[in-house]
């Protein structure tokens, strides 16, 4: 009797709740029911609705939301504010499994609906098509069967979303009676068939997408009646060409996609009234002919992708397209110079796979500090294969030759175990990405090629182009990946001829094993081989059965014939785009080996073609110092022996007397730019624009052509983007003349120690990458060259700057070869003091170590602003160095700092140019670093020592003897010019042509001696 009144007095309570919810609540109880019933079909098990303040509290299958879910129900509420009703519902990102709900015909003032990023199967229910609706986005789920019939009675819909479904079959004619249609998405599913023409109908279509499906027949004419389209999106539709040639009429036009259409060939469509284009993509479309001059004055276009195409002629040389920030034009017959128009400060541009002309090291899209862009891979048509491969590069030979190769793709370096061996799989994960990428491994031979921006990801971030995973069940190697939006890219030079085997290490790191909608992504592209089509529409998560599974894929005998191997991963427009977010698609691989299907891997010297390299270019110098000795005696048959014996050699001009006088006005002293120990030099211009600085031997100075002699033979053998450019020669008569390349702004010694009107502003980053660059140079002479040179007379006047402030090592008068299998040379001592090592200074004791110590001084005049030489703070201090080793051991870094950087800089950053330079000028040669380690010290990539390694006390005592000998040679000489004639090794070349006190540089010199 007691249960039965307390059942009876629960059920009472529960009605009283209940009627209080309903009398509290502004949404009437139909709706609020109908909202239950809704969720539930949908999947969701947690469910709370406000119905007071039309707010949802709890939705989904999980207690806590998945991450960038997104809830919401608006309600509109009537006059007086007591009744609200549902009118929008947006309940998106909770992976719900259920069907589309029937139910949402009992909420009859509702509008709009968004249920995108679910796992909602089924198809769409014909309840909906009585209501009057007018958004449905149903964007990324699972439904399927074909869109139906019915949908077209939703004459009210503006928009419509179905992408990233699996609807198939062909389009219903009907929807084309939703003429208030402004958005209709229906890319990434499998419908077939023509696009309805009662689509034409649709005349107030602002957006369309249709990427991605399988539509049959052409690309219709009638897209011309969308005059108010704003954006149109047809990438690998299915749909053939030609593209419809007169499209004028889409005026309005922002965004125009269309990719991977075939074909026969066509005209590039006309555009010329769509001005207000800001993305114009015409990709894989089979357009030939030249691209219209209009395209490059759309002054709204940001982006241009006409890559993979047959088009023909020239980038103009004015863009008057002042927005462009992307620019792809790889895999057409493009030709001519590049153009500095092209080259925006921000830029992305992409020109690989074309016919331009190569581009050299010396032109200017070769140049390091640019802030863009670009990627010139295989861009030239020079018939040699290497030099056609890889631009900025000045006649490069292989000097080895590899079988194989290993590589982590966006990884890092890491060893894996394969057939009992641990095998070195090289990383460029730290390379950053870029929509136009070009990379070189140099010291492995191995670089790759990455073109294409994201679409719509608004993310302009690097990290974007690798993709990394931890995961603890499979290989490391298969946890990073790197990707692109369009191509990648791997290629191996100096690859020995044969056949090899290539294997693909694969894993899909972005889509998710799960029932949720990350599983629900498609990445579809090919695999092309040697340029040939190896693998169609390649699926790593069908070929592995799921994703985050490992696959390995092999190919054979692939023929290696030219010492160049080539992979590439394509991206056809297939496959879905914004799974799990925006961006996720296009290639991906993590790791790539090449392995010799006849002998094991190595590494072998280019013995044969090597040995004929080097006997060719000692040959060359060797021929050059000759002709000099022979001007040098008067021998009158000197020009006719150089062009017998060296008409084979295209790496230096052979310059006449007329063309020099005409270049430099016959020598007018107005274009007289410095006067070296040897003679004059002037600056010019050669009748294609080239300017030029002419260096003319006097026979008045022996000593100065001693030296003279020596630099024809250096520096015609070096060619390095931090190394002055020999031009070429003139030998005419008794003349012999140098021909450079012209330096516009003069030396560094002037840009920092010149007059306050010759002065150049060098900001820290500036400064810096000067730095760095002055360092490759000499890695380059010390290690990288084949003829291993020291410099003897690293000096800022002998480090020249161009346009870009760009470092140029010159002056080569001095130099020596470094004999590799001595410790060290002894030698009359030659240099700057000031500069010279101590070991060098005192002793004559000279090796690679010297020019080590040389760029630690001038280091320290970059960092300070100060000449080393005329800087004395007070008497205690002999030099600049000799103050900053005092500054080190009080900590006091930053009082070396200019005074005209100190607002700029950060503290640890002086630190460590500071530092590397103390380790540069350690007073013992054999704690010195090598000019590489110095590079990688300053690039970031090598630590500096916290401690410098500390000389014997002796060596220590000896570090600052000459400099002191100097000083003091130089109070007893005051009165007199004696120290010009003086004898002793050390000190007979201060007054020297290559001393700092030379020579006076005139304003508008554009080199110095």
Known sequence: MVNRKLFVFWIIAVGCFSLLRYSESKVPEEEVDALEEITTAMGSTYWKFIGDSCEIEMVGVTLVPPKNSEHEISCECEADGTVCHVVRIAIKGYNLPGILPPQLVKLPYLREIDFAYNYLNGTIPIEWASMKLTSISLLVNRLSGEIPKYLGNITTLTYLSLEANQFSGPVPPELGNLVNLTTLMLSSNQLTGNLPVTF?????????????????????????????????????????????????????????????????????????????????????CNISGEIPDYVWAMKNLEMLDLSFNKLVGKIPTRISADHLRFVFLSGNMLSGDVPDSVLKQGSSIDLSYNNFEWQGPEKPVCQENMNLNLNLF??????????????????????????????????KGTRIKEHKTNILYEGDGDVEGGAAKYYIKEDSYWGFSSTGDFMDDNDFQNTRYTVSKPLSNISELYTTARRAPISLTYFHYCLENGNYTITFNFAELQFTPDEAYNSLGRRIFDIYVQEKLVWKDFNIESEAKGSLKPLVKQISNVSVTTNFLEIRFFWDGKGTTRIPQRSAYGPLVSAISVISDSKPCSKRKNNGSSYAIVVGVLGSCLVLFTLGILWWKGHLLVKYWWKEDTKEDSSLGNFTLKQIKVATDDFDPANKIGEGGFGPVFKGQLSDGTRIAVKQLSSKSRQGNCEFLNEIGMISCLQHPNLVKLHGFCVEGDQLLLVYEYMENNSLARALFGSENNQLELDWPTRLRICIGIAKGLAFLHEESRLKIVHRDIKATNVLLDSDLNPKISDFGLARLDEEEKTHITTRVAGTIGYMAPEYALWGHLTHKADVYSFGVLTMELVSGKNTNNFMPSEKFVCLLDWACHLQQSGNFIALLDERLRSEVKKEEVQLMVKVALFCTNASASLRPTMSEVVNMLEGRMRVPDSIPEPSSFTEALRFKAMRDLQQQKEDHSSSRSQTQNSTSVHSFYSSSTSNNSNEIKPDSGFCQ
């Open 378 to 411: 295989r861009s030239s048509s020079s018939r040699n294969n290497l030099r056609g491969a890889l631009p900025c590069k000045k006649d490069f030979t292989c000097p080895q030759y590899s079988n194989c190769l290993h590589v982590n793709c966006g990884g």
């Open 200 to 284: 034409s109908l649709l005349k107030n279509l602002t957006d369309l997408r249709i990427n991605d499906n399988n539509f049959n027949g052409t690309i219709p004419g009638f897209i011309q009646n969308w005059e108010q389209l704003s954006r149109l999106e047809m990438h690998a539709s299915g749909l053939k060409g030609p593209i419809p040639v007169n499209l004028s009429p889409l005026r309005n036009l922002l965004v125009l996609r269309i990719s991977d259409i075939n074909g026969p060939s066509q005209d590039f469509p006309v555009l010329r009234d769509m001005k207000g284009l800001v993305t114009l993509v015409l990709r894989s």
